[in-house]
């Protein structure tokens, strides 16, 4: 959004009126009163149009800070309440944009505040210009010219404490940004007087006080001075001492501005020895002694200042008491030395330190201005700013108040002209028609001071120049004659004078009625003054002196250079600065700052109104307000007056479209101003009377209360509504709020009631899918861990070779292998025979091989076993079946078996079938023969034992006789029951028949044989084989035998060995047959 400018007029907020050409009525009075009423207010500034009254305040006011300056810059003239700032704008802002040349007049009697506001005008202009090193460099030089240009030129007087005694005009230059360059300072008219006397409550420039206060010791003493102004004759004593100047600190701040301006440190010490030099000089005095031709002559009384005045100043001691005592005078070649009087020596004194310190002053400014000049030569716009001593009338006028009231009669005639100039020029731009202006013009007193011919200055130089006695009283009478009839003019003593008798007018003054008042100025000394006389010897002495500053200051002292024409006069060479100066001022545009002092005690709030009332006077206010108003007292653009005053007409007001100055002429016709109270010019409307403007303001004023109150009441009306409305949007929130937050808590409640429903559902469902899930993440894990071990079995299968691990067993393997391998080969050799009874077996090799070892033995056995019976023809497996028969039924129950073993069974021990003996038999015999053999029968009676030959057939057993082989007994092996027999190495046997048998009859057989095992186990086989049942055979050490019908017991007992090995039968009784075996 753009920044909403506010627009203010003077007009606004006026404390009185702040332009002047508003007065109304406009009479001395109601000036005085509304200066005052301001002033009371703290408002020093007022304008007369577009020049500033400044009212010195007397006290720092809070209206040079920083922010005001701010709030002046780049505004209008007339925006803001009166201002020196405003002022400074304008000048600038013209110089700056409009490429116009300024020059800033300041006047106003001495203390009015000249010199602080040039100060204000050139501080202001220095914060708004261009910044930067070297534009501020600039700047710092020319503001510090002011303290030291006021330490050598400005003194305590009783107006003013710091009175500026020189004029000043400063030239600041600008470039085409508005950056300051540099600046150009001329001088005017230092009052060089005071150096050697002050009035009474006075005092000498301040630089002597501050060098006295301020400086070190070590420089005092550099200087040869001391500390204490009551040494020295030059220093009023009086008020050495100023309320509120602290000098020392004022030293140091002109030290350093010095320092700052760029004074070199030799150069600041040179200027400080002069300063000495001057306040010394005071101190030689004089005494007269008479001399033989009876002229007066002078001598130094006490010649240690002198001396030391001269090594100060590096003078001869002897030049410059002879230039104190004498004069010499040259015309045509020709040189006159005459001694000089205590008077005129003390006079040449006076003249040389005042010259020495005025052209000091002159060097100074100078010096100031080598170091602020502009260091280009481009083309510079100017501000002027002219600080000129104010008007005086003091009780004694001389040549200087002359001098300086002369300046300002100048001023206020270009003051005069240029407003005038102004006005009419305005009025031409504008095409208004220019009607005569009355006003007093000041040109007449200026004529009678400055006019070639009958000027009261030339005049005085007139008589200096003349030849002759020459004194202020022939000047007065010269003067007397020449002007008496000059209407400004008064004097006792002139020709038909109107002041005979008036006794205010003493006979050594004359009276001039200046612009500002009249003004009685004494004669005396007016001569001396002009003429400014420093005798040549001075001069020349000067010269002579070996102090480069000094020398430079007195160039016509050098003799090389001689001059013997007069110089110029100070009135005449015032005259031509000024006229420079005039000239100068009337090419730039002019900007007036009249300055007026409240009161003569220097005291803030005091407003003496006589004293304000003779200054309006003498500076011609009323008569500039006057001028200002002859035609149009107030005028304005088109724009700002349309802003002003727009919501006077229902058509200009709130906006007007059309050119601003058909808006004014609108608003003038709507609001029925009289036609000649205005003129519409180019751009400007001019108002005849202020008092239409009053009215306009009054209107306005009214207006404002008006469009106040109804925007007052708009305003409340739109803030009522506006909170209405605002409380309305309130409620409509705060239940939609509620409403939402119910139906929020509704919602929220019935959610939270679904999502404890859907997650109840939910658990159950997830919990559910999380059993399955469960179980077939079991079943899967459980597959893939089988999966994962059967592959790992696999895999380890696979690889199983290839580990490490499995090695140990592979080399176990292998070892084993290889020892199994050994353990077989070396069995081999090792092998026993294939006998099936060689117990021999080769011993175990390994402790392991043990069970394999007797496995294999046992194995092997059977084997070769095998082998063995596998050799066998079908008989002999019958021998050896029969054999194992009688294994079986014999081993170890009998001890005649073991014997029976290696025996093979013959079975047919006797050979019947070839044998022709036993033919009888064999043919009684058709069956098979088993056995035949040879047994012993027992006879059951005695025991004896008779042959018998024992056949076994098939199916009988048969007994027959040894010789006739006849057969005694046959017995079916159906009867045969049973066969007895002993456990003992014998062949007895009983067959035992079946009872009631046949052959049972004659009792069981008791035989013995030599084969019992044999024939005991054929029986046995046969028996079996044809009956099917075992023969039952008993082995026994006694058992029973059928006899017939009596039973007999055998008994085998131990036999002695004396019948051989055989056996020998008895019987014993009925029942016991005894068998004794050995
Ligand atoms: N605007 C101001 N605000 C405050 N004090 C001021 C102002 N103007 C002037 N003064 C006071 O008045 C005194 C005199 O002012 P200044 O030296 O400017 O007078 P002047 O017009 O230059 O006098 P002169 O003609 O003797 O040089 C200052 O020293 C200061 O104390
Ligand atoms: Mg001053």
């Known amino acids: 959004m753009a920044k909403m400018e506010v627009k203010t007029s003077l007009l606004d907020d006026m404390i009185g009126v702040g332009d002047m050409v508003l007065l109304e009525p406009l009479n001395e009075d109601s000036f005085i009163n509304n200066l005052k009423k301001r002033f009371d207010h703290n408002e020093v500034y007022t304008y007369i149009g577009s020049v500033v009254i400044s009212i010195n305040p007397y006290r720092s006011l809070p209206i040079y800070t920083p922010e005001k300056v701010e709030e002046y810059r780049n505004r209008n003239f007339y925006e803001l309440s009166p201002h020196i700032f405003a002022l400074s704008d304008e000048a600038y802002r013209s110089l700056r944009d409009q490429d116009k040349d300024q020059c800033i007049l300041i006047t106003g009697e001495s203390g009015a505040g000249k010199t602080e506001a040039s100060k204000l005008v050139m501080s202001y202009v220095a914060a708004v210009c261009g910044k930067g090193a070297e534009v501020n460099q600039v700047k710092e030089q020319l503001l510090q010219s002011n303290p030291v240009l006021e330490a050598f030129g400005n003194a305590k007087t009783v107006r003013n404490d710091n009175s500026s005694r020189f004029g000043k005009y400063m030239d600041i230059e600008f470039d085409f940004k508005g950056d300051p360059l540099g600046g150009v300072i001329s001088n005017y008219l230092l009052e060089k007087s005071r150096v050697v006397k002050q009035p009474r409550g006075e005092r000498n420039f301040h630089i002597f006080y501050q060098i006295l206060s301020g400086a070190s010791e070590e420089f005092l003493c550099k200087l040869k001075l001391e500390r204490d102004f009551s040494r020295y004759n030059y220093l009023g004593l009086d008020s050495a001492r100023v309320n509120g100047v602290d000098d020392a600190s004022n030293f140091r701040t002109v030290r350093n501005a010095m320092q700052i301006v760029g004074f070199m440190d030799h150069e600041t010490q040179s200027v400080f020895e002069v300063v000495a030099a001057v306040l010394k000089l005071g101190n030689i005095e004089f005494k007269p002694e008479s001399r033989a031709n009876g002229l007066d002559e002078s001598k130094i009384k006490d010649k240690n200042e002198l001396k030391e005045i001269c090594e100060l100043t590096g003078i001869d001691q002897s030049v410059l008491e002879r230039a104190f005592s004498f004069r010499t005078v040259e015309a045509k070649q020709e040189k006159v030395s005459t001694t000089l009087n205590v008077a005129q020596a003390y006079y040449a004194r006076d003249a040389l330190a005042k010259n020495l310190y005025s052209r000091l002053f002159s060097w100074l400014v100078t010096r100031i201005n080598e170091s602020i000049k502009a260091q280009t030569k481009v083309r510079k716009k100017v501000m002027g700013v002219l600080d000129i001593y104010g008007f005086e009338i003091f009780e004694d006028n001389s040549f200087e108040q002359f001098i300086i009231n002369y300046c300002n009669e100048k001023l206020q005639q270009i003051f005069i002209e240029l407003t005038l100039k102004e006005e009419q020029e305005e009025y031409i731009r504008e095409g208004i028609e220019w009607t005569h202006i009355e006003y007093f013009n000041n040109a007449i007193i200026c004529d009678l001071i400055e006019n070639n011919q009958t000027g009261i200055l030339a005049m005085l130089d007139e008589e200096c120049l003349r030849p002759g006695t020459v004194t202020d009283d022939t000047f007065l009478e010269k003067l007397n004659q020449v002007c008496a009839t000059h209407q400004h003019f008064e004097s006792r003593m002139s020709k038909c004078s109107r002041f005979l008798n008036d006794t205010s007018l003493p006979h ?571």
């Open 508 to 1078: 050594s003054c004359f009276r001039i009625q200046h612009y500002a008042g009249k003004v009685m100025y004494q004669v005396e000394g007016f001569v001396d003054k002009n003429n400014d006389l420093l005798y040549r010897d001075l001069s020349q002495a000067m010269w002579k002196a070996n102090h480069s500053l000094i020398k430079a200051l007195f160039p016509e002292g050098n003799p090389a250079k001689i001059n013997l024409k007069r110089p110029p006069t100070a009135g005449s060479q015032f005259k031509a600065s000024v006229a420079t100066l005039m000239k100068n001022l009337q090419t730039k545009n002019p900007n007036y700052i009249r300055c007026i002092k409240p009161n003569d005690k220097k005291a803030a709030h005091v407003f003496n109104e006589a004293l304000v009332c003779h200054q309006i006077r003498y500076l011609g206010l009323l008569e500039n307000v006057r001028v200002r108003r002859a035609g149009y007292a107030f005028r304005q653009p088109y724009e700002p007056c349309l802003e002003r005053y727009k919501m006077l007409c229902k058509q200009t007001w709130p906006h007007w479209r059309g050119p601003a100055r058909a808006g004014v002429e609108v608003l003038f016709n709507e609001l029925g101003i009289p036609e000649e109270e205005f003129s519409f010019g180019r751009s400007k409307i001019f108002i005849r009377n202020p008092r239409t403007l009053f009215k306009l303001e009054d209107l306005r004023k009214q207006r404002l209360e008006d469009l106040a109150t109804l925007i007052g009441k708009i305003y409340r009306g739109w803030k009522c509504r506006t909170r209405f409305l605002l409380m309305k949007k309130c409620q409509i929130i705060i239940a939609s709020w509620y409403r939402r937050y119910s139906q929020q808590q509704k919602y929220q409640k019935i959610k939270s009631s679904a999502i404890t429903v859907q997650s109840y559902i939910r658990g159950w469902k997830a919990r559910k899918l999380l059993r399955e899930l469960k179980h077939l993440k079991r079943c899967n894990e459980a597959a893939t861990v089988i999966a994962a071990y059967w592959h790992g079995t696999q895999v380890r299968r696979e690889y199983r070779k290839f580990f490490r691990a499995n090695a140990g067993r592979k080399i176990y393997e292998f070892t084993l292998q290889r020892l199994m391998q050994k353990y077989f080969l070396e069995m081999k050799n090792k092998m026993p025979s294939l006998s099936p009874i060689d117990k021999n077996w080769p011993a175990r090799p390994y402790l392991f091989l043990d069970s394999t070892h007797k496995e294999l033995k046992r194995i092997f056995h059977l084997w070769r076993c095998k082998k063995y019976r596998d050799q066998f023809t079908d008989q002999q497996k019958l021998i050896y079946e029969e054999k194992l028969e009688a294994s079986e039924l014999f081993k170890d129950k009998k001890a005649l078996y073991p014997a029976s073993v290696g025996q093979p069974f013959q079975g047919a021990y006797l050979e019947i079938s070839e044998n022709p003996k036993y033919k009888k038999l064999k043919d009684a015999v058709d069956e098979k023969i088993i056995i035949a053999e040879v047994v012993n029968k027992i006879n059951r009676a005695n025991g004896k034992a008779a042959s018998r030959i024992f056949l076994l057939t098939k199916n009988n057993v048969l007994l027959a006789d040894q010789k006739s082989g006849t057969i005694k007994s046959e017995v079916p092996l159906g009867d045969v029951t049973k066969v007895s027999m002993s456990s003992q190495n014998d062949g007895f046997f009983a067959v035992h028949l079946k009872e009631g048998s046949e052959a049972a009859s004659k009792g069981d057989f008791l035989l013995s044989s030599d084969h019992l095992i044999e024939m005991a186990t054929k029986l046995y086989r046969t028996t079996l084989s044809q009956t099917k049942q075992k023969l039952n055979i008993e082995i026994s050490d006694e058992f029973l035998v059928q006899f017939k019908q009596d039973k007999v017991c055998v008994k085998f007992i131990q036999g002695s060995q004396k019948n051989g090995n055989i056996p020998t039968c008895k019987r014993k009784n009925n029942r016991l047959l005894e068998v004794a075996v050995p």
